[in-house]
């Protein structure tokens, strides 16, 4: 076999391991994300944004809906933006959490770039959301930032 051969059956195997994973990444999303599961370590949580936020070229910002018990009613990215950035707006994460009658949420948003320390940014729209949703009684219990390597919890570095 040639060189040309060669690369033609490692660029196939590639694609079918792609197609393999990505399978593989929905159903564990689809297994993660069910009704009813309790949202209430640190580890999980990461574990559970990191496996729907890592990979994404773009910013995304998500917000896991839970019940006064802090188990889940619903994920869902609500905001989506550019390499660097998503606009993210208040209004609307507080009208979402309302319509699901959530008790509390958890914020999370990706760093594509791979740092995963948060920006001034990251730190005021916490503290805005926070606030309004404090505001209706719904608590923010964790913002997480995730990159390919690590999801960090903004509460467990003592930010919220």
């Not at 188990?71 to 209004?91: C, K, M, Q, Y």
């Not at 309302?98 to 791979?114: D, T």
């Amino acid at each position: 076999m040639d060189h040309a051969q060669c690369a033609a059956v490692e660029a196939a195997a590639r694609l079918r391991d792609d197609r393999a994973i990505a399978r593989a990444l929905r159903i564990l999303q689809r297994r993660a994300c069910k009704p009813g599961q309790a949202m209430g370590d640190v580890a999980t949580c990461g574990a559970f944004f990191r496996l729907r936020l890592a990979h994404e070229k773009r910013e995304h910002f998500e917000v896991a809906f839970l019940d006064a018990q802090h188990r889940l009613l619903a994920v869902e990215r609500l905001f989506s933006g550019t390499i660097d950035g998503a606009n993210v707006h208040p209004r609307i994460v507080l009208q979402r959490a309302l319509a699901l009658n959530a008790g509390a949420v958890i914020l999370a948003h990706n760093h594509p770039s791979g740092k995963a320390d948060p920006s001034t940014a990251d730190r005021a729209i916490t503290t805005r959301l926070q606030e309004a949703l404090g505001l209706v009684d719904i608590r923010l219990l964790d913002h997480f930032i995730v990159t390919a390597d690590r999801a960090l919890s903004m509460a467990a570095l003592g930010i919220l």
